[in-house]
């Protein structure tokens, strides 16, 4: 927490939406271990399937009828997604989806946007957000050039620089995030999406979306059934794995087919699948219902309408989406990186330690999503409300 001028929190333990640090302070948590958290901390249906599992053994390197149940829940609940590659995180899920669409192009450019962060691979680092843009850090150091060349960075919601990018390169993939969370939530542009999905067919290029955030979050079938674009490969990850370290890419038969053993395009992982994680992740799906992003989304809306109703006549702007919400320190409209860039850094610093002195734990960064859980309540934010109206005070000054 060293961006906000503060000691970090060490964590003891937490219970539903609380997170109880080493000291004994209690805070309401709106970080969810960024994001995997959708059922709150220590579910009890997750910690019973992981007790169960971890009873039967921890690692196999073999399959198991978990992963392969997993696998089908996921393609049942995901539109573009016939076939499934479990691995251990969302930065090798990226990493293997971009190599599988060099080799299904044989091409080998990647177009992703500035601000949007797809894991820490060394060809995926250029112009990523999250903790890159929190700390400052350029995102090439250790990188070589080569690398570096194989990815072309394009502003998120310019339509003009992603054609100029399809048509002035050979690019295997365009990988996004149908609604970046790393910059902060910025959604799309009416009609952005789907002009993506066009553009990269007519370029012969794979559309990836990467809902290692979005995926099971915003809908059950994630960001691209809410706004009905199919893309050719997906990433998943966090909720995925209910805690655990999960993650996972997907998509139609014929391309994830090319993935060895069954092809030739070599991806590997020793705890990929691992039973654990596979029980936490399916006790996590199996309670992510109709009713259940019904109940997200009127918790994200109450806490988002308090906010914005805070926010009015000051220089805050608000996004949010079922499950996700940024506030954003600015004057302005947040539509791209360089806006969520131009944010007030030193005030939101400032909110965010007003707001831990107060017993509540947003996000420590201006370019990471408040993420709401199903273990929140009313009570929960409103309480959050009323320090955010004296925080804010405080931030503003």
């Known amino acids: 927490?060293?961006?906000?001028?503060?000691?970090?929190?060490?964590?003891?333990?937490?219970?539903?939406?609380?997170?109880?640090?080493?000291?004994?302070n209690r805070y309401i948590d709106w970080v969810g271990s960024w994001g995997p958290l959708i059922l709150g901390h220590a579910n009890p249906a997750v910690v019973a399937a992981v007790v169960?599992?971890?009873?039967?053994?921890?690692?196999?390197?073999?399959?198991?009828?978990?992963?392969?149940?997993?696998?089908?829940e996921v393609a049942a609940r995901v539109p573009s997604v016939e076939m499934v590659r479990m691995t251990s995180s969302g930065t090798e899920a990226a990493m293997s989806a971009a190599r599988l669409a060099r080799a299904v192009t044989g091409r080998e450019v990647v177009v992703k946007f500035a601000g949007a962060y797809h894991g820490h691979s060394d060809g995926l680092l250029a112009g990523a957000g999250s903790g890159l843009a929190t700390l400052g850090i350029p995102a090439s150091p250790g990188v070589t050039a080569a690398q570096a060349a194989g990815t072309v960075v394009v502003p998120w919601n310019d339509r003009e620089a992603v054609s100029r990018a399809l048509?002035?390169?050979?690019?295997?993939?365009?990988?996004?995030?149908?609604?970046?969370?790393?910059?902060?939530?910025?959604?799309?542009?009416?009609?952005?999406?789907?002009?993506?999905?066009?553009?990269?067919?007519?370029?012969g290029a794979l559309l990836v979306f990467d809902e290692v955030i979005t995926g099971f979050r915003?809908?059950?079938?994630?960001?691209?059934?809410?706004?009905?674009?199919?893309?050719?490969?997906?990433?998943?990850?966090?909720v995925l794995g209910?805690?655990?370290?999960?993650?996972?890419?997907?998509?139609?038969r014929e391309l994830i087919e090319r993935i060895a053993p069954a092809g030739d395009v070599y991806q590997a992982g020793t705890l990929s699948g691992n039973p654990l994680a596979m029980a936490a992740g399916l006790a996590t799906l199996r309670q992510l219902d109709a009713p259940a992003y019904e109940r997200l989304g009127a918790l994200t809306g109450r806490l988002a309408a308090g906010l914005a109703e805070l926010a009015a006549g000051r220089p805050l702007q608000l996004a949010s989406a079922p499950g996700l919400l940024t506030l954003f320190f600015s004057g302005e409209p947040v539509g791209d990186f360089?806006?969520?860039?131009?944010?007030?850094?030193?005030?939101h610093a400032r909110?965010?330690?007003?707001?831990?002195?107060?017993?509540?734990?947003?996000?420590p960064s201006q370019f990471e999503a408040w993420f709401v859980s199903l273990a929140h309540d009313e009570?929960?934010?409103?309480?959050?409300?009323?320090?955010?109206?004296?925080?804010?005070l405080e931030a503003l000054r």
Do not use: W
């Open 338 to 347: 360089a806006a969520a860039a131009a944010c007030d850094l030193d005030a």
């Open 52 to 72: 169960e599992a971890a009873a039967r053994g921890t690692s196999y390197g073999a399959a198991t009828a978990a992963e392969v149940e997993l696998a089908e």
């Open 242 to 252: 209910g805690g655990l370290p999960a993650a996972a890419f997907g998509g139609r």
């Open 379 to 392: 009570e929960a934010i409103d309480r959050t409300l009323d320090a955010a109206a004296e925080s804010l």
């Open 167 to 203: 048509e002035g390169h050979a690019v295997a993939a365009l990988l996004a995030e149908p609604l970046p969370a790393n910059m902060g939530v910025v959604p799309p542009a009416d009609g952005f999406l789907q002009f993506l999905r066009q553009a990269t067919r007519d370029a």
């Open 218 to 238: 915003l809908a059950r079938g994630g960001a691209q059934q809410l706004y009905g674009v199919e893309p050719d490969l997906t990433v998943l990850g966090k």
């Open 351 to 363: 909110f965010c330690r007003a707001m831990l002195d107060r017993g509540v734990y947003p996000p």
């Open 1 to 24: 927490m060293g961006q906000i001028g503060r000691d970090p929190v060490f964590a003891e333990r937490g219970e539903g939406c609380e997170l109880i640090d080493a000291d004994g």
